[in-house]
């Protein structure tokens, strides 16, 4: 439709004709969409990233093209749709697709992922206009028809119980200051587990596996969370070496720290290079389901509790040659000293030491030092002996002076796998200990 | 290393037991068994010569070299006392050899001081340098499998790997300076450390990890991979590649570090913090501010100045953005002189930003986004209401109340945490308490969000309950009590997440109103051979927001294992899981099981036979697909001793056969049944050079 400036009787009644036939045209072009979304809403955490998976239906010789946030909508004249308002964007992705695939019978499953700055600029321009943004994804014909945007709701929160369970943020590491660790053969592992950040709540189930020495390595499809993957993908992914399974309940927290399984279940008797994975399952989640049907595909609705933008890291670890032996050992892998309390003021004599083993070492050594790191007591215990008694003159050694006391784990090769945080006292002479 | 372990309790048993009783009672008298004038080797098996076997009358025997108490590194064996071959040398220098024989009650009488010099090499107490190399090949010789769309990347390979490393260690007069470098290598690109990043572009040799570390008392230097941060709010624990240093005066500590702004690996940027965009600086000053009593009070204060690019670390994955923050934060640790009242205290304000980088549009055409400076802090208070006077003592009891308050600012963010969550604050008030081996936890939590309350997002409450209750049985009944009686520990935890009030743009059954209940009942039990554990888990997920009140999740999960050492090279292991999920709103039903069972046979020190099965089905109810999959595994290896030194377990090679099979079936009602099966024969050959 076209409108002769020239023509008209006023500037008033021209703006007013131009408004009416360009809402017409927007009608008439909409009325002729064809690519529908499931779900059409979802709720965004504004604090940080959220990834939502989404159907799209009905694509008939269309592509995918790029995918905006924005604060507001506008006509996609003369294309399909409505786009971007371009005064109110948020962020744009590329062309790439990323974890995202054209699955079968028209459909498209999009997994999008909101990063935290677009959340951030979401929060921002919450306090003076209407809070809900935009996701809108443009696909483009193969056949030269136009431009076709499709626009999903975000709705912002906190990241709580409305949001769909979806893992932004995963580590994994073993409990060792290292990127890539080094162990002996034969040698056990010091414990590992994941960290995952994540939004929404549910469970988290899936399987901890391992890749040996000459076995194919998984591809980067393989290292997605089920619920990332296409229906058509989902049960495809190449399995390994099972170590355990886990099936864990996600309370809407937004962090939690997966532990590994036993690392005496960890392979470690042959030399070469492992990989572990943490395979995430799909698991019931009302706030991620996705509906292919309601897109105007096929097929049953879809879980995708554990969605992730992303490929999973695989954990490594080195059997036979080198040595993570300067490295220093964390968290539960450590000795924890347990008696003398800290602090604690103790009568002469005969002092009992206490302390939880660190499950990797074959001797502790208990180090006991004056504040100027003088050595007053060391002594080494065996595996299976978690205490030690001193002999009674280390009250005389220490001369009244406070003391410091950690436990110190060792390996066969006599290498260090963990040390225990500081513990003070002192002796209080004729005083019976004060705990 | 049940082995090895077994075998050092064995044997350290047999030097801490009284010895046997005698008929004749003579004075034990001690001759060295080396040449007390001459110099040994640190890792020479010094042994000291009786006159006759101990008794229970000498009392237990303890060996001191120096200040230390060597008594566990040494044996007994019959009238002689000699080091054990450990892998813990003797301390260089010139030290005394003492040999105690200590009573029952604890009298302490010396038996013999024999001189004691243990060589050190160019005047260093202890000087090593331990290289490592080895060479691995390993491959696919034979693989089979149907349909063919099952098909493998690659069906039959071979790739070479190389695993280079070197450790050092000096130690002279108070320093030290100590090293280690791992270096991987390998012909196929898709494993190289950097594949991930780099694709094609990953070289095939590449840095792992490295560690420089130089003590020298009262400062520390450290170079290479390392972990750094204690501050909840700006930086802490964090992994990463970077120089630091440490200098300790008095009762006060001066730490700085520059690290690169991600967890790194590889010959790139070998320092770490040499990319000004993607790097962090920090400093921490420490300070007793009591220095005669240690840990009365504890102050430090940290600077925080980073950048950093899109993209994760090694072992990471997230969704990232260009940012860069500078903050500043206090942390308080502090308590009374009885320990009975602890506090622990941390704010910071981080002033932070997302710089322009291109990544989502260019930035001219984004909605702009200010740089902003927003505060954290937390206070932990901790109270002992009661507290045991002997906290060994069976009957003991203790009670333990702590108080908790934290509050983060909308959009805080430190660019070195991928944590914590911003805007929100939590309360909470908890009670840790037991009496004997009984402990037991009870937790209450309240938080909320959208602190500033803005309008159209939504403001949610949230309240949490825990309990955990936890008793070792064996403890509980005494010393006397058989050691298999289980540990039996269980855990409750509820939590309500409710909206407060409407939120514009929210429709009314999307504002959430959600109890969770999460229960777990943990029993395990270990003897002298084997160990078994059996745990079960419930959730419920009770939505009660309009027109959701249906949508509820049921989770059931039972899990049992069992680990059995029949003999001391023969391993075995079995568990089994059921997962039941309920989805209440469809009245669906989906059941996961699984079975596994491990096996491993040492027929003697330098073959390995391994095997492994696992089998997963899950079915759902009404029935709509039934999916399994199995796996099987065969591994055979064998040690060869190295022909230049056939008492060395680190050198020499290893030759492997491993035969997988694996089959997956998918019988579904709504689609074709699919079937996939594969079976793989792998082998592998490792040379180990030193």
Known sequence: ?435 | MFATRRAALVAVALLLAPARPAAAQEPLTVTPGFDPTSWVGRSERVELRLNRPPTDADGRLAVFIGGIDATALFEIRGEVVRKRATGIDLPAGESELTLYAVSADEQWAVLSRTPLRVRAWAGFEEATLEPHAAVNNKGQVAEGHAPESNRPARERFQDIAVNLGLRSTHRRDGWSVRSQWNILGTSNRQETLRFGELQNEAPKLDLADYLIAVDGGRFEVTLGHHTFGSNRFLLNAMPSRGVAGALRVGATRLAVAALNGTSIVGWTNPLGPTRPDHRLLTSTLGLEVVPSRPGLVQIEAMLLSGSVQPGTGFNQAAITDAERSRGAGFRLLAQDPRQRLRVEAAFARSRFVNPPNGRLGADSLLTPLPTLSRNAHHVDLTLDVLRSVRPSHAGSSRLALTLRHERIAPLYRSVALQAPRADIEQNAIELNGGVGALSAQLGLGRASDNLDDVIGILKTRTRVTNASIALPVAAAFGAGAPAWLPMVSWGLSRTHQFADGAAEGFPAHFLPDQVAVNQTLTVQMTGPVWRAGAQLNRSKQDNRQRDRAAADLVNEVVTVSVDITPKPRIDLSADAAVERAENREFDQRTTTRRIGAHGTWRPNGSTVLGSGFTRTSMTDSPRTSRMTNTELRFELSQRVASPLNRASRAQGGQVFVRYTRTVGTNASLLGPNDERRSWALQTGVTLTLF
């Open chain 1, 1 to 435: 439709m076209r409108v002769d400036w020239r023509r008209s009787t006023s500037l008033p009644f021209t703006v007013a004709i131009l408004v009416t036939a360009s809402l017409l045209v927007t009608d008439a072009r909409s009325a002729i969409a064809q690519i529908r979304v499931n779900p059409t809403g979802a709720a965004i955490n504004v604090q940080g990233a959220t990834t939502v998976f989404l159907t799209f239906g009905g694509l008939r010789n269309q592509v995918p093209a790029e995918a905006s946030w924005c604060g507001e909508l506008m006509p996609a004249t003369p294309d399909l749709g409505v786009k971007c308002d371009p005064r109110s964007l948020f962020g744009q992705l590329p062309a790439g697709l990323g974890p995202s695939r054209l699955g079968s019978a028209g459909t498209f499953s999009d997994i999008m992922s909101v990063p935290p700055s677009v959340a951030r600029r979401a929060y921002l321009a919450a306090g003076s206009e209407p809070a809900t943004f935009f996701y809108v994804r443009r696909f483009v014909s193969t056949t030269g028809g136009p431009d076709e945007y499709v626009a999903v709701t975000c709705r912002p929160t906190g990241g709580g119980a409305r949001s769909p369970l979806s893992l932004t943020a995963v580590t994994i590491t073993f409990d060792v200051e290292t990127p890539v660790l080094h162990i002996a053969s034969g040698e056990v592992p010091p414990r590992f587990g994941a960290t995952l950040n994540y939004t929404g709540t549910g469970r988290l189930k899936g399987r901890w596996e391992v890749v040996r020495p000459g076995e194919p390595l998984p591809d980067t499809r393989d290292l997605l969370t089920e619920a990332t993957l296409t229906p058509e993908e989902r049960g495809t992914q190449r399995r390994y070496g099972e170590l355990a399974r886990f099936n864990v309940f996600l309370p809407p927290a937004g962090r939690v720290t997966l532990p590994g399984p036993d690392p005496e279940a960890l392979p470690t008797s042959l030399a070469g290079t492992y990989l572990i994975l943490l395979r995430v399952e799909a698991s019931d989640d009302k706030e991620g389901d996705s509906n292919p049907v309601a897109a105007g595909g096929s097929g049953g609705l879809l879980h995708n509790g554990a969605v992730a933008g992303f490929p999973l890291p695989a954990l490594r670890y080195v059997v036979g040659s080198g040595s993570s032996a300067l490295a220093s050992t964390l968290g539960s892998s450590v000795p924890s000293p347990l008696e003398p309390a800290d602090d604690a003021q103790l009568a002469s004599g005969v002092v009992e030491f206490h302390w939880v083993p660190s499950p990797r070492a074959l001797f502790h050594r208990l180090e006991v030092v004056t504040y100027d790191d003088a050595s007053v007591l060391e002594a080494y215990t065996p595996v299976g002996v978690a205490r030690y008694r001193t002999p009674p003159w280390l009250a005389e050694r220490a001369s009244g002076r406070p003391l410091r006391w950690r436990v110190v784990a060792l390996d066969a090769d006599g290498d260090v796998v963990g040390r225990s945080r500081w513990r003070s006292f002192r002796f209080v002479d004729g005083q019976p200990p004060a705990s």
